[in-house]
């Protein structure tokens, strides 16, 4: 059979292959980086930046993600913390090539201010303890955030009133040429003349007294291994030794293993972590994954000798519209049948490993299981100019606010409840309510809630940190 084809029939189906031709080209059509060029970068080392790159000179990339693929690279600048802003620009050459220039502003990095801190695991503990300013903290902060440009971290904190203590932190991220092997040491001095020696009904027992209630120092170094740019690999090796006074082990003879005033231990930890945040101090989008475990007591005459298993994942959603949606987990288990003294047993309530609305409690056990979850809504969000102020690290203020929204959840597993006194432990508990976050430069995040949990009792909350 003969199929005839008219001359304008025939005309379309050429002009639709060309178009389908042209389609399939510019699908994977290419340009090649010129020049890669950081300005802004005063103090820190261009081999810094170039670490964070996925791209590099003389390399092709597809146009039709050019763009998605320069914000990821300005996000890992950014996710540094060497800068306050990281910006991203590209030119075509006249020669048809790419120029790409990463603008930064550095924030300062050597800081040296005096502290007045709160004891208290929070502020809301503190305020309803009776506002005691016998119970803070002052003393003098040193740090240096980019060491040599390198990116190095140097801490020094000096502190006297409610605890005594001496500290040094250490980190390089990059001690090889191929930048992937880090290391991290610390050393730590710290007493106290008020000491939490147990808890009852949820609650932190103190004793406040003249003389130094406990002694205690540590030292430690971690190993860090990064596989290319979102994970990470870290082993710690770390001793602890610690004194009390007589007093404690009357109060509570388990404060320590064995019934002793004394305890001496090496530590042996192991973490992997995924790391695929937009902003670290504050994400929207991405997730970050950690699973770790740790060994307490690796020699025979350690006094502790028990481990744990952690498991993290938090999940940040772009729910598109300035709505976006976090939730988080955490687990931990620690091994069964084995004798914890009191010092070394952790719960909920300590830092963010809580649930909201239960910032006044800490949860005694061996074992817990947390979820946080909230919904966010991004109401302002700019770079603020500050004329009065003359230095450039302080007169730009990046300024975000999101209402918000949280449910929480969570159970502790104490087998030993009775010893503990606990009434929160071994049921699920829960918070939920509504809140402000306010995120703004050298990643500060101040988070107001109003928190409802069990029983339908309510409250303010005002934390200072990040979400996880």
Known sequence: MNIQL???????????????????????????????????????????????LDIFVNDSIEIKSLDKRLEFNRRKLMNTNLFIWVK???????????????????????????VFQLAERNLTDWWTRGRNF????????????????????????????????????????????????????????????????????????????????????TGGVSLRKRLKFYDFQTLEFKYNHTIIADTILKLNPNYLQGKTNEQNYFQFGYNYSYDFRDYVAYPLRGKKIDIGFVKYGLLRQDQVSYW????????????????????????????????????????????????????????????????????????????????????????????????????????????????YKTILANKWIYGYGLGFDIVTYYNIVCKISFPVINGNKSGFVINLGREF
């Not at 060029?37 to 005063?42: D, R, V």
């Not at 930064?104 to 040296?112: C, H």
């Not at 719960?347 to 609305?357: H, P």
């Not at 949860?363 to 817990?368: A, L």
């Open 6 to 52: 008219s001359r304008y029939t025939l005309n379309f189906i050429i002009i639709a292959c060309i178009f389908i031709c042209l389609g399939i080209v510019a699908l994977g059509q290419t340009i090649q980086i010129e020049s890669i060029e950081f300005n802004g970068n005063e103090k820190t080392k261009a081999s810094i930046l170039r670490r964070e």
């Open 88 to 114: 991203v620009d590209y030119h075509q050459t006249i020669k048809g090539t790419l120029n790409i220039t990463f603008e930064f502003l550095e924030q300062w990095y050597v800081l040296a201010y005096p």
């Open 134 to 217: 016998d119970r803070v903290v002052y003393g003098a902060h040193f740090t240096h955030n980019n060491f040599r440009g390198m990116s190095e971290k140097i801490q020094i904190r000096a502190e006297s009133g409610f605890t005594e203590r001496l500290d040094f932190n250490y980190t390089n991220p990059y001690t090889d040429i191929k930048k992937t092997l880090g290391i991290s040491l610390n050393l730590n001095y710290q007493t106290t003349k008020s000491l939490a020696y147990s808890s009852k009904n949820d609650t932190l027992k103190y004793i406040n007294s003249n003389t130094n209630m406990r002694e205690k120092w």
């Open 308 to 419: 744990e298993i952690l498991a993290a994942a938090a999940y940040f959603f772009d729910l598109k519209n300035k709505f976006y949606l976090t939730n988080q987990i955490k687990v931990k288990y620690t091994q069964e049948d084995q004798t914890i003294p009191y010092s070394n047993v952790r719960g909920l309530g300590y830092g963010n490993e809580l649930v909201r609305g239960y910032e006044l409690n800490v949860i005694d056990g061996d074992s817990y299981f947390l979820s946080r979850n909230t919904l966010k809504f991004e109401i302002f969000s700019k770079v603020l100019p500050i004329k009065l102020i003359p230095w450039k690290q302080f007169n730009q203020l990046p300024l975000s606010i999101y209402p918000t929204a949280f449910f929480d959840f969570a159970y502790v597993n104490q087998p030993k409840s009775m010893t």
